[in-house]
């Protein structure tokens, strides 16, 4: 039965070449795990297309209604924050699909001739896809958002000559507003999907035409050929499906929850990237002053530029990595940098969290009444005041600085310290501080 309905099929539409290319196609050496990359990149891709276009459904991109379209999301409509959170961690997942076919194709010499084209392309692919991590982190709205893409958007505006011109076409207007939001949220649903796909095709066009790599043994890839049906369509179907199952588990237990909407005149707050852009955001840490550029734009143009012409670069005609020492010290020297950089820049996260949220906000309560202004902390501020270094060593009470701040001439008579109209939350964190400077911490 089905077999005629696919000869009717196939009298009308002349389906036997396509099916010829899509699943005849030989893989030297046969079919094999290691290769299952590309496609689970792919899968992951229609996964964020699909749920993305369910929350387009619902989201804002206004200012005004931004943040709230995603809290509406998450809360009032069926599956919706699960659906968000498929979204999210689909991202995260892709990154690490195609950071793990790029290891392949690097470490099979798969870049090499006739493949340099099919190379090249995919570094475009990977560029497209950072594109969508970039407009895509900016569109709830929250202080991350807002933070991360102005860091973002000024160190492009580093780059001499173009750089004003860049920022003005990242930022739509003079500062991040209602026309950035729009513009992000135009080129994450548009811009970025349109060319993904043309480039997804010519990848895959180029595939076609050049074959796939095989083993970079001879000897290995002579044993004979397998086509790419039924084994490896059956290996490719079962990543995908081991990673839906992967991205729904991670949807529904691991809740990332929104920050705060975002202020603009919150200039105090500091954002913390998505991981994979940790390791790059732990380097800018350590590099200040004149060497700034160095970091926020000429090595990621001089290493997008390496990455991309590397096929030209590694002239090296053998794939098989134990002939070729040069380029398995850089791949795996870039490697280490990364992963310890993010290491390092985790390690650093994990240190600020354990400070108590109260202290922090207790800190930002004394900047914001200006107790600078009179008081001295570790040699900053003035000395109208005493020195309140170790003032929760002196003074331990809390009572004593609730009646203190409340009516400092009734606690210490003859006080110029003014009174400050605190609100019940802020006199408890603003003494939460006080009481964590103490000499042993
Ligand atoms: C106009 C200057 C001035 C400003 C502004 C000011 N203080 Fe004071 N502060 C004083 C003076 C003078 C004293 C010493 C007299 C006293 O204890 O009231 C003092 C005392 C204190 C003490 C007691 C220190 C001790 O060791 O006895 C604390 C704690 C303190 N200030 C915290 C703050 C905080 C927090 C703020 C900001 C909300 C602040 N002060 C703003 C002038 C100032």
Redesign the pocket.
């Known amino acids: 039965m089905s077999s005629k309905i696919y000869k009717w099929l196939d009298s009308r539409l002349r389906l036997q070449p396509i099916k010829q290319t899509l699943l005849d196609e030989p893989i030297p050496g046969g079919a094999s795990w290691i290769y299952v990359f590309g496609s689970a990149t792919l899968f992951l891709f229609v996964l964020q297309a699909i749920t993305g276009m369910f929350l387009a459904l619902y989201y804002a991109p206004t200012p005004d209604h931004a943040y709230d379209s995603i809290q509406f999301i998450e809360q009032e409509i069926a599956f919706g924050a699960f659906v968000r959170g498929l979204h999210h961690w689909g991202a995260s997942l892709m990154v690490v699909a195609i950071g793990l076919h790029m290891l392949q194709t690097f470490l099979y010499g798969a870049y090499k001739p006739p493949r340099e084209v099919m190379w090249m392309i995919g570094v475009v692919l990977l560029l497209i896809t950072l594109g969508f991590a970039f407009t895509g982190y900016l569109l709830p709205w929250d202080q991350n958002a807002y933070w991360a893409t102005q860091v973002g958007i000024n160190m492009v505006g580093g780059v001499p000559v173009v750089g004003d011109f860049l920022v003005r076409v990242l930022r739509g207007g003079e500062s991040l507003g209602a026309l950035t939001l729009s513009r992000f949220f135009a080129v994450h649903i548009l811009f970025l999907p349109a060319l993904l796909i043309v480039g997804i095709m010519l990848h895959l066009f180029v595939l076609r035409r050049v074959g796939p790599a095989g083993p970079w043994s001879d000897d290995r890839a002579k044993l004979g050929s397998e086509t790419f049906a039924p084994r490896q369509v059956y290996m490719d179907a079962v990543v995908m499906l081991a990673l839906f199952v992967l991205a729904a588990t991670l949807a529904l237990t691991v809740h990332f929850p929104l920050a705060d909407k975002a202020n603009p005149s919150d200039t105090t707050f500091v954002p913390v990237p998505e991981w994979y852009f940790l390791f790059y955001y732990q380097l800018l840490k350590y590099v200040h002053g004149p060497f700034e550029p160095l970091v926020t734009w000429m090595l990621p143009a001089a290493f997008i530029l390496i990455v991309l012409f590397w096929p030209f670069i590694d002239r090296n005609p053998a794939r098989n990595p134990s002939q070729r020492r040069v380029a398995m010290l850089a791949g795996g020297g870039f490697l280490i940098v990364v992963f310890g950089l993010m290491a390092l820049s985790l390690r650093d996260l994990y240190a600020e969290r354990r400070i108590d949220p109260s202290v922090a906000h207790g800190k930002a ?2 900047a914001q ?3 600078a ?3 001295v902390i570790h040699g900053e501020g003035g000395a ?3 020195d ?1 270094s170790y ?1 929760g060593d ?2 331990p009470d809390r009572e004593w ?1 609730y009646r ?2 409340k009516d ?2 009734e ?2 008579p003859g ?4 009174r ?1 109209q605190l609100a019940e939350k802020e006199l408890h964190d ?1 003494t939460s501080y ?1 009481l964590s400077l103490k000499e042993d911490s």
């Open positions: 309560v004394y009444y200006g107790c202004g009179c008081h109208v005041g005493p309140l003032v002196t003074r600085h203190h701040f400092p001439a606690v210490v006080s110029t310290m003014p400050f603003l006080m």
